[in-house]
């Protein structure tokens, strides 16, 4: 599984929250290989969000722009995991990620207790350098998706499938 970030806009976003359920993957997926502007963080959403919030992307914490950056603020209604952040709910986000100590974090990381906790893809302790450099390189990615939507005035929205 991996997440993807697309920028859409409010035509778009308009249309993906009406589709039936059953078909927003599929629409998502056309979305992507339509060249919508899309950033891939590949296996590592749920460990980025462990990491910035404690637990895993499967609880997500409502309010927490952090836990937000990584899932979405609302959720769709769909057979696969899709969200979004709406334009005007970017600067928060963009914010408290930009207020992350991002090598604090990693330094104080014990990847051990990811695969205690279930965090997905449960490979936390092969190799902890390789695992670390990853998730700052997949935070990177993940801020400057959100900048570039906010600078856009782009709507972000992100499937995990």
Known sequence: MQAAYTLVDEETLDRLV????????DALDALEESGAPT??????????????????ASEPREGDPLSE??????????????????????AAVVAALEAVDLAGLLAAADLASYDGAGVYPRTWTADPDGLRAELAEAFGLLLEVHRAALAAGQHLVVSIM
């Open 39 to 56: 950033t891939y963080l590949d296996k590592l959403w749920d460990g980025l969000h462990f990491l910035l919030t404690g637990v895993s």
């Open 69 to 90: 950056a990584v899932v979405g603020v609302h959720v769709f209604d769909a057979e696969v995991y899709a969200g979004c952040t709406e334009a005007d709910e970017l």
């Open 18 to 25: 009406g589709l039936d359920p059953a078909g927003l993957g």
